[in-house]
Antibody, heavy 117, light 110 residues
Framework: QLQLQESGPGLVKPSETLSLTCAVSGDSINNNNCFWAWIRQPPGKGLEFIGHIFHTGSTFYNPSLKSRVTLSIDTSESQFSLQLNSVTAADTAVYYC?????????WGLGTLVTVPS | QAGLTQPPSVSKDLRQTATLTCIGNNNNVGDEGAAWVQQHQGHPPKQLFY???HRPSGISERFSASRSGNTASLTITGLQPEDEADYYCLAWDSSLSTVIFGGGTKLTVL
């Protein structure tokens, strides 16, 4: 059974960089039939796709966040990471990592990141 | 970034049937098809369907999904209290090369 676990600071200061890691266990991260994604959900709001990465390192980003986002993957450690720079209070959200295989079939529990105003 | 269109809320009586809609375009729902996730308050989303109507194991047969043109639909029969949740549709958009979400529908079971 695939499991995803997000980790990282719960509080990030304005203008700094938010960094999160998603550990993948229970299945290979080197799966040609899927990609790995970050999704966020501001308090009381809907889901927003941030971007995704293949095991090869190829990435795609939400155009609205593209200028501030970097995704990376470490297949030897079976994990992938998110960096979001120049954060503001509007970036306060629960951040989820997930696997896409025609749909998002596995999700992490999510981690709340707060950027104080 | 344009998203998929879902009604913000739907209310139905216990044991009735609810149909939730999701409107996209030829680049997303009408092309690659839609997926659906269910989210209970305070919990991560859970996959209900992928590629329009593929139901993962463990999802109740009271849930069904379909697509007609650029509109995807999720139908829940015999509504139960535990079905009260937020439901999001999502799809791969071939013109944006990314995944897009609907705004979500809050289903209330009366």
């Amino acid at each position: 059974q695939l499991q995803l676990q997000e980790s990282g600071p719960g509080l990030v200061k304005p203008s700094e960089t938010l960094s999160l890691t998603c550990a993948v266990s229970g299945d290979s991260i080197n799966n040609n039939n899927c990609f790995w994604a970050w999704i966020r959900q501001p308090p009381g709001k809907g889901l927003e796709f941030i971007g995704h990465i293949f095991h090869t390192g190829s990435t795609f980003y939400n155009p609205s966040l593209k200028s501030r986002v970097t995704l990376s993957i470490d297949t030897s450690e079976s994990q992938f990471s998110l960096q979001l720079n120049s954060v503001t209070a509007a970036d306060t959200a629960v951040y989820y990592c997930a696997r896409w295989s025609g749909g998002f079939d596995y999700w992490g529990l999510g981690t709340l990141v707060t950027v104080p105003s | 970034q344009a998203g998929l269109t879902q009604p913000p809320s739907v209310s139905k009586d216990l044991r009735q049937t609810a149909t939730l809609t999701c409107i996209g375009n030829n680049n997303n729902v009408g092309d690659e098809g839609a997926a659906w996730v269910q989210q209970h308050q305070g919990h991560p989303p859970k996959q209900l369907f992928y590629r329009n109507n593929h139901r993962p194991s463990g999802i109740s047969e009271r849930f069904s999904a379909s697509r007609s043109g650029n509109t995807a639909s999720l139908t829940i029969t015999g509504l139960q209290p535990e079905d009260e949740a937020d439901y999001y549709c999502l799809a791969w958009d071939s013109s944006l090369s990314t995944v897009i979400f609907g705004g979500g529908t809050k289903l209330t079971v009366l």
